[in-house]
């Protein structure tokens, strides 16, 4: 069964104050890897996927990175609109196709 | 990217009852998906909607419960059917292309708190 773990649960920044998420993955034909951004009553908005090891991606001040069992979002001089939910979610091989199995993501503050 | 919309958006229902939620996507697509978001737990799918036949469901989650429709290649359904206030979640569409490497689009949510 596919695993996802994020951590830390919640992280309070200042602004420009870098830092990074964790999220780390068990699962079987990894077949993406993906983060999302969630804000309050509102659905996940999707940011990047990473497909294998050694691939990253960037937009604006966020870059996700990827290992054989763990990913990280960086978030380079934060600004307060930057404040969410940050999600990651694996896809593998085993069982469904198309099934997200998500953690249950990283709670961001960036006060001013 | 697909923009997906859910009717409604958040509803307050009593114990026994069911509730269907809509979700509309503006382009067609291949995959429809139905997930419920807990309080402090990870997005869980229920089910994946499927065009024409029955909806397949994730365990732990049936068709009695959660029947789903999906009529055409933007419209699809769930019914949470015989609520109970363990019901209470948040309930999200998503859709997604052919390729299982695509991600996934989602739409707003639906709140729903059950007396």
């Known amino acids: 069964e596919d695993q996802v773990t994020q951590s830390p649960e919640a992280l309070r920044l200042q602004e420009g104050e870098s830092s990074s998420l964790n999220c780390s993955y068990t699962v079987s034909g990894l077949r993406g890897l993906f983060w999302y951004r969630q804000d309050p009553g509102k659905g996940p908005e999707f940011l990047f996927t990473l497909y294998s090891a050694g691939e990253e991606k960037e937009k604006e001040r966020l870059k996700a990175t990827l290992t054989k069992k763990e990913s990280f979002l960086h978030i380079t001089a934060p600004k307060p609109e930057d404040s969410a939910t940050y999600l990651c979610a694996v896809r593998g091989s085993g069982g469904s196709n198309y099934k997200l199995t998500f953690g249950k993501g990283t709670l961001l503050t960036v006060n001013p | ?115």
């Not at chain 2, 809509?22 to 799918?45: A, E, I, K, N």
């Not at chain 2, 036949?53 to 019914?79: C, H, M, Q, W």
């Open chain 2, 1 to 115: 990217s697909a923009v997906i919309s859910q009717k409604p958006s958040r509803d307050i229902c009593q114990r026994g009852t069911s509730l269907t939620i809509q979700c509309q996507v503006d382009s067609q697509v291949t995959m429809m998906f139905w997930y419920r978001q807990q309080p402090g737990q990870s997005l869980t799918l229920i089910a994946t909607a499927n065009q024409g036949s029955e909806a397949t469901y994730e365990s732990g989650f049936v068709i009695d419960k959660f029947p789903i429709s999906r009529p055409n290649l933007t419209f699809s359904t769930l019914t949470v059917s015989n609520m109970s206030p363990e019901d209470s979640s948040i309930y999200l569409c998503s859709a997604s292309g052919t390729s299982a490497y695509n991600e996934q689009f989602f739409g707003p949510g639906t709140r729903l708190t059950v007396l």
